[in-house]
């Protein structure tokens, strides 16, 4: 089922956490409507959000030991929230 593309699902990504997923919407989206300034400012801003949001390119990030600790908090959180 292919996915229903709106602004509303794209929020919705982005509180999640989802932001490749959002940007794919909005960058779908402001193709189908160009002149759309409200999608142009909302890519514009979690293009920013993905640039800083990536630290598994950082260059801080060196050996495989400090991604693994990095994804292991990360699912931590990920169950925490799950749990409620």
Known sequence: ???IMTKTLAEIYIQQGHFEEASEILK???EKDPSDMEIQK???EL???LKRSSPLTDESIRTTEE?????ERWLANIQE???G
């Open 81 to 83: 929230r799950k749990r």
């Open 47 to 49: 293009s920013e959000k």
């Open 42 to 44: 909302r890519l514009m």
């Open 28 to 30: 779908a989206l402001s």
């Open 1 to 3: 089922m292919d996915r």
């Open 67 to 71: 991604k693994i600790r990095l994804l």
